[in-house]
């Protein structure tokens, strides 16, 4: 199952090489680092700026949102961010239950018809390659917003993003990305970016939930210097990041086989003082149980502001998009 969806993942990069308008489907095409720079000085620049001062660039233009798994941080990231650059919106938030596909119509005539409605859609769906699916059938540009255990690149750009912004550089840092690493699109997104950069990668997932084989493969031909690891203990320490996304319960056969992972990985405060003065602590959040709240309070635990980076880094991508 998870060996095909990789197959899945990879084809789609093939595909999306190729493509016309300026999707954002897949991660590996932010894979130039003048292009990445480009963003995250944009990104940094909107953060610095009076929201007054946001030029208008989506004067005119309507974004439809269209999402059918649950989203806070996307969505309504996504959606605050074409506001405050001067366009609008049409959204459909639950659109397993209230679009025409509870009708029983096809992802392609649904994109088919907002095709004709908005400048450009982002979608969220449950399976691996739908984004890429919505692409094939529109003219305008499709941003995946997270495609099942896929892909989910806007959220690796603005973690990318928040760990140059914390830490001033990416080159030399050494990352620890703790969880569900089968089912974590934020994990595989996230890692396909860094394997741009000189960087060590620690991957710390139960045995049963770690990369896929063929996907590790693949990280190592892109040079990505990473060990997989079963726990954090002796690890922990060297972390310059700590990025941990939690057991993605959705993604499960049974409520069962959820049951018997859903402790793993819990960060504590015990745990923290093993960890450097400067470790930054990230998620791409909702956190459930993976961080105690008792954390939220430490300086070192930055989930929160990288959240309300989304913001900043998806105006910046709108703005590349639409420029
Ligand atoms: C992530 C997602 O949806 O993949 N959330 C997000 O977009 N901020 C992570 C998750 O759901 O665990």
Known sequence: MAQTKTRQRIKIRELIKT??????????????????????????EFKAMPAERYPKLLRDKIVATLFFEPSTRTRLSFETAVQRLGGQIISVENAGESSSKVKGESLEDTIRTLNGYADAIVIRHPEVGSAQTAADVATVPIINGGDGAGDH??????????????????DELTIGLAGDALNSRSFHSLLELLSLYDVKVYCMAPKVLQLPKDYQAELRKR???????????????????????????????????????KGSFVLTKKDLVKAKKDTIIMNPLPRINEIT????????????????????VRMALLQYIFE
């Open 19 to 44: 493509a016309g308008p300026k999707h954002a489907i897949s991660i590996t095409q932010f894979e130039d680092k003048k292009l990445l720079d480009a963003i995250f000085a944009t990104a940094a």
């Open 293 to 312: 709240i008792e954390i939220d309070d430490d300086p070192r635990a930055i989930y929160f502001e990288q959240a309300r980076n989304g913001l900043f």
């Open 153 to 170: 690149p806007t959220q690796a750009l603005l973690d990318l993003f928040t760990i140059q912004e914390a830490k001033g550089k990416i």
């Open 223 to 261: 040079g990505l210097n990473f060990e997989l690891r079963e726990n954090w203990n002796d690890v922990i320490g060297g972390l310059d990041v700590l990025y941990t996304n939690r057991i993605q319960q959705e993604r499960f056969a049974s409520p069962a086989e959820y049951e018997k992972v």
